[in-house]
């Protein structure tokens, strides 16, 4: 859908009707010791921008519109760890407005260079904070630029209810829909927990009984556990989320970065779908949930993004050789093919 033309006033109006993107839901039968599990990916990766950060930077955008009209003369501020810089740049751009982006070096390189390439100002923290991530450091390198400047608007994904709000409005209805209500079970990556917290209250509105299974990486604090670092980028966090519903939390997984590495490659060698570390470990979550004997008719899998960003990273032996994490994928990976685990995506609707 059209977000409007370079210069045009943004209108809460046009962000919202561009938000409705209906991204493809395709199937996938999960096969694990001769035994079919069958379960629905979200595809993300479709939205403009690549990734579900679009339709939260639709929100965020929106609420800021409603508060105070965007236009040429505005500059945003965010923390990010690519795919939302990437989304507010993106629709900035459209208004003429400017947009600082506050990365650190778990970014992807090419979404640093996407943000770059349109017209970003990129301010990088490499000091870790006390958990050895960098959420902390960033958001304190945002409140610090923000004393500097009161005239920079921050459209604060962590807090901000409008980043829930398009999930909500726009996300849910449209999963009920290709399911034809069908859907008992969501598996999603949780960061700032925005994503999950507004597809908990929309669907809870429209679906009866939906099991909600948040996904987070071993190392993140985002659900709680034990803080470490991990090699994952865009899941995970180094503060509780803020976003989340009671409701959202009573069956939380979490998986290991390495497993979570291992299954998007070999999604990726078996069906040609590339997804990104972010989707890999909401697909571990459920074979995670399977062995623990659940099912369901229809669980659907959010996949937030796609693998093209994740080529020097994720799917890259060189960079986890350099990681020190190359042989602990290959082990996972033997592991699963002992397991006789296999991917075959077959169709992109829920039977009715």
């Not at 370079?6 to 561009?18: H, S, Y």
């Not at 960033?138 to 209810?161: F, G, I, K, N, S």
Request: net charge neutral; charged share 20%; glycine share 12%.
């Amino acid at each position: 859908m059209n977000t409007g033309t370079a210069g045009a006033k943004v209108t809460a109006e046009r962000l919202l009707a561009a938000a409705a993107t209906n991204t493809p839901l395709r199937r996938i039968e999960i096969s694990v010791a001769g035994r079919t599990h069958r379960a629905w990916l979200k595809l993300e990766m479709a939205n403009p921008t690549g990734s579900v950060k679009y339709r939260t930077a639709l929100g965020l955008l929106t609420g800021l519109q409603r508060r105070r009209q965007l236009s040429a003369g505005t500059t945003l501020i965010e923390s990010t760890s690519g795919n939302l810089g990437v989304a507010l740049a993106h629709l900035t751009a459209r208004f003429g407005g400017r947009f600082i982006a506050v990365v650190d070096p778990k970014a992807p390189p090419m979404l640093v260079e996407r943000m770059r390439g349109l017209g970003t100002e990129l301010v990088h923290v490499h000091t870790p904070d006390q958990h050895g991530g960098y959420l902390l450091s960033r958001l304190e390198r945002v409140e610090t630029m923000l004393r500097a400047d009161p005239e920079l608007r921050w459209t604060d994904q962590y807090h901000a209810p409008d980043g829930p709000g398009v999930h909500r409005d726009v996300t849910a209805p449209e999963l009920a829909h290709q399911t034809g209500g069908r859907i008992d079970a969501l598996f999603a990556a949780v960061s700032t927990g925005g994503t999950l917290a507004g597809l908990c209250e929309g669907l809870s509105e429209l679906v009866a009984g939906i099991g909600l299974y948040p996904v987070d990486v071993q190392g993140s604090i985002a659900l709680g556990g034990a803080a470490h670092p991990h090699l994952l980028n865009g899941i995970g966090a180094t503060r509780r989320s803020s976003l989340l519903p009671p409701r959202a939390l009573h069956a939380p997984i979490h998986v290991p970065d390495v497993r979570a590495i291992a299954l998007c490659r070999m999604l990726d060698r078996q069906t040609g779908i590339a997804l990104g570390a972010s989707s890999g470990a909401v697909v571990a979550a459920y074979l995670s949930a399977v062995a623990d004997g659940g099912s369901w008719r229809c669980p659907v899998l959010i996949s937030p993004d796609g693998g093209d960003h994740y080529r020097h990273t994720v799917y890259s032996d060189d960079w986890l050789d350099a990681c020190g994490r190359l042989d602990a994928v290959r082990a996972v990976e033997d592991a699963a093919a002992a397991d006789r685990i296999n991917f075959t995506v077959t169709g992109d609707v829920c039977e009715r």
